[in-house]
Protein backbone atom coordinates (compact mmCIF):
# COMPACT_ATOMS: atom_id res chain seq x y z
CA UNK A 1 0.00 0.00 0.00
CA UNK A 2 3.04 2.32 0.55
CA UNK A 3 4.52 1.27 -2.39
CA UNK A 4 1.42 2.21 -4.58
CA UNK A 5 0.95 5.59 -2.33
CA UNK A 6 4.18 7.02 -3.41
CA UNK A 7 3.80 5.51 -6.79
CA UNK A 8 0.81 7.37 -7.66
CA UNK A 9 2.32 10.79 -5.41
CA UNK A 10 5.54 10.35 -7.93
CA UNK A 11 3.20 10.10 -10.60
CA UNK A 12 0.85 13.42 -10.16
CA UNK A 13 4.47 15.53 -9.02
CA UNK A 14 5.96 14.48 -12.60
CA UNK A 15 2.61 15.64 -14.41
CA UNK A 16 2.58 18.99 -12.69
CA UNK A 17 6.40 19.37 -13.56
CA UNK A 18 6.17 18.78 -17.01
CA UNK A 19 2.93 20.77 -17.45
CA UNK A 20 4.40 23.64 -15.69
CA UNK A 21 7.07 23.33 -17.97
CA UNK A 22 4.60 23.41 -21.13
CA UNK A 23 2.95 26.43 -19.86
CA UNK A 24 6.57 28.31 -19.27
CA UNK A 25 6.78 27.63 -23.28
CA UNK A 26 3.67 29.28 -24.58
CA UNK A 27 4.08 32.61 -25.95
CA UNK A 28 3.04 35.48 -24.47
CA UNK A 29 -0.34 37.36 -25.98
CA UNK A 30 1.26 39.60 -28.57
CA UNK A 31 0.03 43.34 -29.24
CA UNK A 32 -2.60 44.32 -31.82
CA UNK A 33 -0.59 44.57 -35.25
CA UNK A 34 -1.41 48.21 -36.76
CA UNK A 35 -1.76 47.41 -40.20
CA UNK A 36 -1.19 50.27 -43.12
CA UNK A 37 -4.66 51.71 -43.76
CA UNK A 38 -5.66 52.99 -47.03
CA UNK A 39 -6.12 56.75 -46.76
CA UNK A 40 -8.88 57.91 -49.81
CA UNK A 41 -9.45 61.54 -49.29
CA UNK A 42 -6.48 62.30 -51.76
CA UNK A 43 -6.77 59.86 -54.63
CA UNK A 44 -5.07 56.68 -54.94
CA UNK A 45 -1.74 55.66 -53.62
CA UNK A 46 -2.36 57.39 -50.67
CA UNK A 47 -1.62 55.46 -47.12
CA UNK A 48 -2.04 56.48 -43.24
CA UNK A 49 1.56 56.62 -41.83
CA UNK A 50 0.62 54.06 -39.02
CA UNK A 51 -0.15 55.75 -35.60
CA UNK A 52 -0.41 59.32 -37.51
CA UNK A 53 -3.68 61.00 -39.02
CA UNK A 54 -0.83 61.85 -42.16
CA UNK A 55 -1.63 60.21 -45.14
CA UNK A 56 1.59 59.43 -47.55
CA UNK A 57 1.96 58.76 -51.27
CA UNK A 58 5.61 57.68 -53.03
CA UNK A 59 5.89 57.67 -56.21
CA UNK A 60 8.17 58.61 -59.38
CA UNK A 61 9.84 57.25 -62.59
CA UNK A 62 12.63 55.73 -63.86
CA UNK A 63 14.04 56.84 -66.86
CA UNK A 64 16.55 56.13 -69.91
CA UNK A 65 17.30 57.66 -72.70
CA UNK A 66 19.70 58.67 -75.70
CA UNK A 67 20.07 61.88 -77.54
CA UNK A 68 21.09 62.76 -80.84
CA UNK A 69 22.49 65.73 -82.03
CA UNK A 70 21.83 67.10 -78.95
CA UNK A 71 22.15 66.96 -75.09
CA UNK A 72 20.10 65.27 -72.45
CA UNK A 73 15.90 65.62 -73.70
CA UNK A 74 16.66 66.49 -76.99
CA UNK A 75 18.37 70.17 -76.35
CA UNK A 76 19.61 70.97 -79.75
CA UNK A 77 23.07 71.95 -79.04
CA UNK A 78 23.09 75.93 -80.37
CA UNK A 79 25.86 76.98 -77.56
CA UNK A 80 28.89 76.21 -76.64
CA UNK A 81 31.68 73.56 -77.76
CA UNK A 82 29.21 71.69 -79.54
CA UNK A 83 27.72 74.69 -81.58
CA UNK A 84 30.77 74.39 -83.41
CA UNK A 85 29.43 71.17 -84.73
CA UNK A 86 32.91 69.60 -83.97
CA UNK A 87 32.73 65.79 -84.16
CA UNK A 88 32.21 66.14 -80.64
CA UNK A 89 28.87 64.41 -78.69
CA UNK A 90 27.29 63.12 -81.65
CA UNK A 91 25.03 61.17 -79.16
CA UNK A 92 24.59 61.77 -75.53
CA UNK A 93 22.74 59.33 -73.10
CA UNK A 94 21.17 59.47 -69.80
CA UNK A 95 19.59 57.41 -67.07
CA UNK A 96 17.46 58.92 -63.97
CA UNK A 97 15.21 58.41 -61.34
CA UNK A 98 13.07 60.58 -59.93
CA UNK A 99 11.10 59.79 -56.40
CA UNK A 100 7.90 61.38 -55.48
CA UNK A 101 7.22 61.82 -52.11
CA UNK A 102 3.48 63.66 -50.81
CA UNK A 103 2.27 64.01 -47.68
CA UNK A 104 -1.14 65.57 -46.65
CA UNK A 105 -2.66 66.05 -43.30
CA UNK A 106 -6.26 67.53 -42.70
CA UNK A 107 -6.19 70.66 -40.06
CA UNK A 108 -8.74 73.17 -38.86
CA UNK A 109 -7.00 75.45 -41.27
CA UNK A 110 -7.11 72.66 -44.57
CA UNK A 111 -4.76 70.56 -45.83
CA UNK A 112 -1.36 70.45 -44.86
CA UNK A 113 0.88 69.41 -47.97
CA UNK A 114 4.32 68.52 -47.95
CA UNK A 115 5.90 67.17 -51.65
CA UNK A 116 8.90 66.80 -52.42
CA UNK A 117 10.60 65.52 -56.08
CA UNK A 118 14.48 64.45 -56.04
CA UNK A 119 16.23 61.76 -57.25
CA UNK A 120 20.23 61.23 -58.80
CA UNK A 121 21.19 60.97 -62.46
CA UNK A 122 23.62 59.85 -64.49
CA UNK A 123 25.37 61.49 -68.12
CA UNK A 124 27.22 59.93 -70.43
CA UNK A 125 30.00 61.88 -72.14
CA UNK A 126 30.83 65.25 -71.98
CA UNK A 127 29.60 67.63 -74.79
CA UNK A 128 33.47 68.67 -75.06
CA UNK A 129 35.06 65.65 -75.81
CA UNK A 130 34.09 62.17 -76.71
CA UNK A 131 36.18 60.90 -74.03
CA UNK A 132 35.39 62.99 -70.69
CA UNK A 133 34.25 60.47 -67.93
CA UNK A 134 30.63 61.23 -67.29
CA UNK A 135 29.33 61.95 -63.71
CA UNK A 136 26.41 61.52 -61.83
CA UNK A 137 24.58 64.44 -60.10
CA UNK A 138 21.44 65.03 -57.96
CA UNK A 139 18.54 66.87 -59.23
CA UNK A 140 15.46 68.57 -56.86
CA UNK A 141 12.87 69.34 -58.75
CA UNK A 142 10.46 70.38 -56.14
CA UNK A 143 10.23 70.97 -51.93
CA UNK A 144 7.77 72.45 -50.94
CA UNK A 145 4.98 72.73 -47.82
CA UNK A 146 1.66 74.08 -48.74
CA UNK A 147 -0.43 75.86 -45.80
CA UNK A 148 -3.90 77.51 -46.21
CA UNK A 149 -3.38 78.98 -49.72
CA UNK A 150 0.37 79.50 -49.30
CA UNK A 151 3.66 77.39 -50.89
CA UNK A 152 6.90 77.94 -49.04
CA UNK A 153 9.97 76.40 -51.17
CA UNK A 154 10.83 74.95 -54.35
CA UNK A 155 8.55 74.31 -56.95
CA UNK A 156 6.88 76.06 -60.50
CA UNK A 157 6.76 79.76 -60.01
CA UNK A 158 3.25 81.27 -60.14
CA UNK A 159 4.00 82.97 -63.37
CA UNK A 160 4.49 79.22 -64.76
CA UNK A 161 1.85 77.79 -67.43
CA UNK A 162 0.00 74.98 -65.58
CA UNK A 163 2.12 72.60 -68.89
CA UNK A 164 4.99 74.38 -67.66
CA UNK A 165 8.05 74.54 -70.78
CA UNK A 166 6.03 71.13 -72.36
CA UNK A 167 3.02 72.06 -74.32
CA UNK A 168 3.67 68.22 -76.13
CA UNK A 169 7.66 68.07 -76.28
CA UNK A 170 9.95 66.38 -74.32
CA UNK A 171 12.68 69.30 -75.43
CA UNK A 172 13.82 70.54 -72.85
CA UNK A 173 14.82 73.80 -74.59
CA UNK A 174 11.42 75.04 -76.39
CA UNK A 175 11.51 78.66 -76.31
CA UNK A 176 8.86 81.18 -77.20
CA UNK A 177 7.58 80.90 -73.30
CA UNK A 178 8.61 80.42 -69.64
CA UNK A 179 9.66 77.06 -68.57
CA UNK A 180 10.15 76.13 -64.44
CA UNK A 181 10.23 72.18 -64.45
CA UNK A 182 13.41 72.25 -62.39
CA UNK A 183 11.65 75.18 -60.37
CA UNK A 184 12.91 78.25 -58.37
CA UNK A 185 12.87 78.91 -54.64
CA UNK A 186 10.01 81.05 -53.83
CA UNK A 187 6.54 81.79 -51.53
CA UNK A 188 3.42 82.18 -53.25
CA UNK A 189 -0.05 82.02 -52.21
CA UNK A 190 -3.60 81.15 -54.21
CA UNK A 191 -6.89 82.21 -54.09
CA UNK A 192 -9.56 79.59 -55.36
CA UNK A 193 -12.80 82.14 -56.33
CA UNK A 194 -14.91 79.00 -57.53
CA UNK A 195 -16.48 78.08 -61.29
CA UNK A 196 -12.97 77.34 -62.24
CA UNK A 197 -11.49 80.97 -61.67
CA UNK A 198 -7.95 81.36 -59.27
CA UNK A 199 -5.50 83.90 -58.31
CA UNK A 200 -1.57 83.07 -57.14
CA UNK A 201 1.08 86.05 -56.43
CA UNK A 202 4.24 85.27 -55.43
CA UNK A 203 8.27 86.45 -55.14
CA UNK A 204 10.63 84.09 -56.49
CA UNK A 205 14.43 83.97 -55.63
CA UNK A 206 16.47 85.37 -58.35
CA UNK A 207 18.46 82.58 -59.85
CA UNK A 208 19.00 80.60 -63.33
CA UNK A 209 15.30 80.11 -63.84
CA UNK A 210 14.61 84.01 -64.23
CA UNK A 211 17.86 85.73 -65.08
CA UNK A 212 20.27 85.31 -68.16
CA UNK A 213 22.91 87.81 -68.13
CA UNK A 214 23.90 91.77 -68.91
CA UNK A 215 26.71 92.90 -70.90
CA UNK A 216 29.38 94.97 -69.29
CA UNK A 217 31.02 97.08 -72.34
CA UNK A 218 34.20 97.50 -70.44
CA UNK A 219 34.65 93.54 -70.62
CA UNK A 220 34.66 91.97 -73.94
CA UNK A 221 32.26 90.69 -76.01
CA UNK A 222 33.99 88.46 -79.26
CA UNK A 223 32.54 87.70 -83.13
CA UNK A 224 29.95 85.32 -81.97
CA UNK A 225 28.22 86.81 -79.10
CA UNK A 226 29.69 85.08 -75.75
CA UNK A 227 30.72 87.13 -72.71
CA UNK A 228 30.76 87.05 -68.93
CA UNK A 229 28.07 87.81 -66.94
CA UNK A 230 28.48 91.64 -65.55
CA UNK A 231 24.92 90.68 -63.34
CA UNK A 232 25.20 91.98 -59.91
CA UNK A 233 23.44 90.06 -57.19
CA UNK A 234 19.69 90.30 -56.97
CA UNK A 235 19.20 93.06 -54.51
CA UNK A 236 15.32 92.26 -55.36
CA UNK A 237 13.10 89.17 -55.68
CA UNK A 238 10.76 88.73 -58.88
CA UNK A 239 7.29 89.58 -58.56
CA UNK A 240 5.24 87.47 -60.12
CA UNK A 241 1.24 85.99 -60.42
CA UNK A 242 -1.18 85.19 -62.52
CA UNK A 243 -5.15 84.76 -63.32
CA UNK A 244 -6.86 81.48 -64.67
CA UNK A 245 -10.42 80.23 -65.76
CA UNK A 246 -10.06 76.65 -66.27
CA UNK A 247 -13.45 74.66 -67.84
CA UNK A 248 -14.34 71.87 -69.20
CA UNK A 249 -13.17 73.37 -72.72
CA UNK A 250 -9.84 74.34 -71.81
CA UNK A 251 -8.14 77.16 -69.56
CA UNK A 252 -7.05 80.63 -69.84
CA UNK A 253 -4.48 81.99 -68.12
CA UNK A 254 -2.73 85.56 -68.08
CA UNK A 255 0.87 85.98 -66.11
CA UNK A 256 2.39 88.80 -65.28
CA UNK A 257 6.17 89.43 -63.68
CA UNK A 258 8.50 92.48 -62.44
CA UNK A 259 12.35 91.68 -62.59
CA UNK A 260 15.09 93.55 -61.39
CA UNK A 261 18.29 94.35 -63.87
CA UNK A 262 21.19 95.07 -62.14
CA UNK A 263 25.14 95.82 -63.39
CA UNK A 264 28.40 95.65 -61.89
CA UNK A 265 30.70 98.64 -61.10
CA UNK A 266 31.75 100.41 -64.37
CA UNK A 267 35.44 99.34 -64.63
CA UNK A 268 34.48 96.01 -63.04
CA UNK A 269 34.96 94.38 -66.43
CA UNK A 270 33.41 91.17 -67.40
CA UNK A 271 35.19 89.07 -64.78
CA UNK A 272 33.87 90.57 -61.51
CA UNK A 273 32.60 93.30 -59.60
CA UNK A 274 36.04 94.87 -58.38
CA UNK A 275 35.80 99.11 -58.40
CA UNK A 276 35.93 101.71 -56.61
CA UNK A 277 32.52 103.67 -55.59
CA UNK A 278 34.21 107.10 -57.27
CA UNK A 279 33.72 104.62 -60.58
CA UNK A 280 30.24 104.31 -60.16
CA UNK A 281 28.08 101.77 -61.54
CA UNK A 282 24.37 101.70 -63.51
CA UNK A 283 21.08 102.41 -61.54
CA UNK A 284 19.11 99.80 -61.34
CA UNK A 285 16.48 98.97 -63.62
CA UNK A 286 12.82 97.42 -63.22
CA UNK A 287 12.14 94.77 -66.67
CA UNK A 288 8.76 92.98 -66.78
CA UNK A 289 7.45 90.22 -68.43
CA UNK A 290 3.95 89.03 -69.53
CA UNK A 291 2.36 86.01 -71.00
CA UNK A 292 -1.23 84.98 -72.27
CA UNK A 293 -1.81 81.16 -72.60
CA UNK A 294 -4.98 79.25 -74.30
CA UNK A 295 -5.45 75.56 -74.01
CA UNK A 296 -8.37 74.26 -75.89
CA UNK A 297 -9.88 70.51 -75.16
CA UNK A 298 -13.07 68.47 -76.47
CA UNK A 299 -11.70 68.92 -80.11
CA UNK A 300 -13.22 66.87 -83.00
CA UNK A 301 -10.12 65.08 -84.02
CA UNK A 302 -10.88 63.04 -81.20
CA UNK A 303 -11.07 62.45 -77.11
CA UNK A 304 -8.23 63.80 -75.64
CA UNK A 305 -6.87 65.70 -78.22
CA UNK A 306 -6.46 69.11 -77.56
CA UNK A 307 -4.02 72.39 -78.49
CA UNK A 308 -2.01 74.84 -76.27
CA UNK A 309 -0.44 78.22 -76.75
CA UNK A 310 1.05 80.57 -75.66
CA UNK A 311 2.85 84.17 -76.36
CA UNK A 312 5.35 86.00 -74.38
CA UNK A 313 6.31 89.42 -74.37
CA UNK A 314 9.72 91.10 -72.02
CA UNK A 315 11.72 94.28 -71.38
CA UNK A 316 14.60 92.92 -69.90
CA UNK A 317 14.09 89.74 -68.41
CA UNK A 318 15.04 86.73 -71.55
CA UNK A 319 14.56 83.97 -69.84
CA UNK A 320 10.93 84.73 -69.90
CA UNK A 321 10.82 83.89 -73.80
CA UNK A 322 13.55 81.86 -74.07
CA UNK A 323 12.42 79.27 -71.93
CA UNK A 324 14.79 76.37 -70.84
CA UNK A 325 15.35 73.56 -68.09
CA UNK A 326 18.75 74.47 -67.33
CA UNK A 327 20.65 77.84 -66.96
CA UNK A 328 19.57 79.45 -70.89
CA UNK A 329 22.87 80.60 -72.80
CA UNK A 330 24.61 84.16 -72.57
CA UNK A 331 25.20 83.29 -76.59
CA UNK A 332 23.69 81.43 -79.53
CA UNK A 333 26.15 79.99 -81.77
CA UNK A 334 25.90 77.30 -85.04
CA UNK A 335 28.45 76.60 -87.52
CA UNK A 336 28.50 74.83 -91.24
CA UNK A 337 31.50 73.02 -91.40
CA UNK A 338 30.91 72.22 -94.98
CA UNK A 339 29.31 75.75 -96.34
CA UNK A 340 31.80 78.02 -93.87
CA UNK A 341 29.10 79.88 -92.34
CA UNK A 342 28.12 80.73 -88.85
CA UNK A 343 25.28 82.45 -86.43
CA UNK A 344 26.66 83.96 -83.14
CA UNK A 345 24.28 86.35 -81.49
CA UNK A 346 24.59 87.87 -77.78
CA UNK A 347 21.62 86.88 -75.54
CA UNK A 348 21.30 89.49 -72.29
CA UNK A 349 18.98 91.11 -70.10
CA UNK A 350 20.50 94.53 -70.18
CA UNK A 351 23.79 96.40 -71.69
CA UNK A 352 25.69 99.02 -70.39
CA UNK A 353 29.19 100.91 -70.96
CA UNK A 354 30.88 103.20 -69.02
CA UNK A 355 29.02 106.11 -67.90
CA UNK A 356 25.27 104.89 -69.22
CA UNK A 357 22.58 103.41 -67.91
CA UNK A 358 21.36 100.01 -68.30
CA UNK A 359 19.53 99.46 -72.04
CA UNK A 360 16.49 96.63 -71.43
CA UNK A 361 16.58 94.24 -74.56
CA UNK A 362 13.15 93.21 -75.90
CA UNK A 363 12.30 89.72 -76.74
CA UNK A 364 8.94 88.19 -78.04
CA UNK A 365 7.61 84.90 -78.65
CA UNK A 366 5.22 82.58 -79.07
CA UNK A 367 5.19 78.47 -78.58
CA UNK A 368 2.18 75.43 -78.74
CA UNK A 369 1.41 71.97 -79.26
CA UNK A 370 -1.48 69.99 -80.94
CA UNK A 371 -1.69 66.92 -79.26
CA UNK A 372 -3.59 63.99 -80.65
CA UNK A 373 -4.34 60.27 -79.30
CA UNK A 374 -4.69 57.54 -82.08
CA UNK A 375 -6.03 54.89 -79.97
CA UNK A 376 -5.48 53.60 -76.13
CA UNK A 377 -1.56 52.79 -76.84
CA UNK A 378 -0.76 55.35 -79.54
CA UNK A 379 -0.50 59.31 -79.77
CA UNK A 380 1.37 62.01 -81.34
CA UNK A 381 2.49 65.84 -81.13
CA UNK A 382 3.62 68.48 -82.97
CA UNK A 383 4.51 71.28 -81.41
CA UNK A 384 6.94 74.21 -82.07
CA UNK A 385 7.68 78.14 -81.39
CA UNK A 386 9.62 81.47 -82.97
CA UNK A 387 10.82 83.98 -80.82
CA UNK A 388 12.17 87.09 -81.57
CA UNK A 389 15.26 89.38 -79.35
CA UNK A 390 15.67 93.14 -80.19
CA UNK A 391 18.46 95.27 -78.54
CA UNK A 392 17.65 99.32 -79.14
CA UNK A 393 19.69 101.73 -80.99
CA UNK A 394 22.06 102.78 -78.11
CA UNK A 395 22.94 98.62 -76.93
CA UNK A 396 23.22 97.79 -80.67
CA UNK A 397 26.03 100.49 -80.74
CA UNK A 398 27.39 99.59 -77.54
CA UNK A 399 27.80 95.47 -78.44
CA UNK A 400 29.17 96.23 -81.78
CA UNK A 401 31.60 99.21 -80.74
CA UNK A 402 32.81 96.45 -78.09
CA UNK A 403 34.16 94.27 -80.50
CA UNK A 404 30.96 92.19 -81.53
CA UNK A 405 30.96 90.96 -85.15
CA UNK A 406 34.49 93.07 -85.88
CA UNK A 407 35.11 92.12 -89.66
CA UNK A 408 31.56 92.61 -90.07
CA UNK A 409 30.21 94.97 -92.75
CA UNK A 410 27.02 95.15 -91.36
CA UNK A 411 26.79 94.84 -87.32
CA UNK A 412 22.75 93.55 -86.29
CA UNK A 413 22.86 91.48 -83.24
CA UNK A 414 18.95 91.45 -83.42
CA UNK A 415 17.73 87.62 -84.05
CA UNK A 416 15.07 85.27 -84.52
CA UNK A 417 15.22 82.05 -83.01
CA UNK A 418 12.48 79.19 -84.52
CA UNK A 419 11.48 75.50 -83.50
CA UNK A 420 9.50 73.01 -85.07
CA UNK A 421 9.48 69.30 -83.99
CA UNK A 422 6.97 65.79 -83.83
CA UNK A 423 6.85 63.66 -81.04
CA UNK A 424 4.84 60.30 -81.23
CA UNK A 425 4.35 57.36 -77.98
CA UNK A 426 3.90 53.96 -77.78
CA UNK A 427 1.92 52.79 -74.46
CA UNK A 428 2.38 48.65 -74.79
CA UNK A 429 1.28 48.85 -70.84
CA UNK A 430 0.07 51.40 -67.91
CA UNK A 431 2.59 53.47 -67.13
CA UNK A 432 5.31 52.24 -69.39
CA UNK A 433 5.89 54.61 -72.55
CA UNK A 434 8.26 54.38 -75.24
CA UNK A 435 8.77 57.99 -76.93
CA UNK A 436 10.91 59.28 -79.99
CA UNK A 437 11.06 63.06 -80.65
CA UNK A 438 12.63 64.94 -83.60
CA UNK A 439 13.40 69.02 -83.58
CA UNK A 440 14.48 71.23 -85.83
CA UNK A 441 16.26 74.90 -85.16
CA UNK A 442 16.70 77.89 -87.12
CA UNK A 443 18.84 81.17 -85.92
CA UNK A 444 18.25 84.02 -88.33
CA UNK A 445 20.61 86.15 -87.59
CA UNK A 446 21.31 90.22 -89.19
CA UNK A 447 25.13 90.80 -89.56
CA UNK A 448 26.57 90.57 -93.01
CA UNK A 449 30.58 90.13 -93.85
CA UNK A 450 33.37 87.23 -93.19
CA UNK A 451 34.93 86.47 -89.84
CA UNK A 452 38.40 84.74 -89.63
CA UNK A 453 39.22 82.73 -86.83
CA UNK A 454 36.10 82.68 -84.82
CA UNK A 455 35.58 80.21 -82.19
CA UNK A 456 37.59 76.86 -82.24
CA UNK A 457 37.78 77.63 -86.69
CA UNK A 458 41.49 79.64 -86.17
CA UNK A 459 42.55 80.53 -89.81
CA UNK A 460 39.51 79.97 -91.53
CA UNK A 461 37.23 82.81 -92.66
CA UNK A 462 33.41 81.99 -92.01
CA UNK A 463 30.99 84.37 -93.60
CA UNK A 464 27.88 85.22 -91.51
CA UNK A 465 24.37 83.47 -92.04
CA UNK A 466 21.65 81.59 -90.76
CA UNK A 467 22.00 78.23 -89.72
CA UNK A 468 19.84 74.99 -89.10
CA UNK A 469 20.35 71.99 -86.60
CA UNK A 470 18.58 68.99 -86.13
CA UNK A 471 18.01 66.23 -82.69
CA UNK A 472 16.25 63.78 -81.57
CA UNK A 473 15.84 61.88 -78.63
CA UNK A 474 14.76 58.27 -77.40
CA UNK A 475 12.89 57.59 -74.48
CA UNK A 476 12.20 54.87 -72.27
CA UNK A 477 10.42 56.00 -68.81
CA UNK A 478 8.47 53.98 -66.47
CA UNK A 479 6.01 55.57 -63.58
CA UNK A 480 5.36 54.40 -60.40
Known sequence: ???????????????????????????????????????????????????TDTCIRIGGYVRAEVNIGGASTDATYISGTAGNNDVYANYYTRSRIMMNIDTRTATEYGVVRTFGAFGPQFNSGNVDGPDTQAAGSMRVEAAFIQFAGFTFGRSA??????????????????????????GVNNIQYT???????????????????????????????????????????????????????DQAWGLIQLSAAAHQVTGNY?????????????????????????????????????????????????????????????????????????????????????????????ELTKAYGFNGAFNHNWNKNWSSSVFGSWSHVDYNGNATTIICNAGYAANATTCNPDFNISQLGVSTTWKPVKNLAFIAE??????????????????????????????????????????F
Open 1 to 51: MTKIKSLVLGSAAAIVAIGGAQAADLPVKAKAVEYVKVCSLYGAGFYYIPG
Open 157 to 182: SAYALPWNGAPGNLNSTLMGGPNYDA
Open 266 to 358: YNGGATGNSGTIINGHPGDKWGFAVTGALQLKNLPTGPGDDIKISGTYTEGALRYVLGQSGATPRNFVRYDGGGLTFAGVPVADGVFDVGTGI
Open 191 to 245: WQFGNGVSASIGVDAQEQANRVGVYNANGTINAVGAYNNAYQAGTAVDVVGNIRL
Open 438 to 479: ATWVNIKQNNVGVENGVGTRAGQGYAYGDQDAYSGVLRVQRN
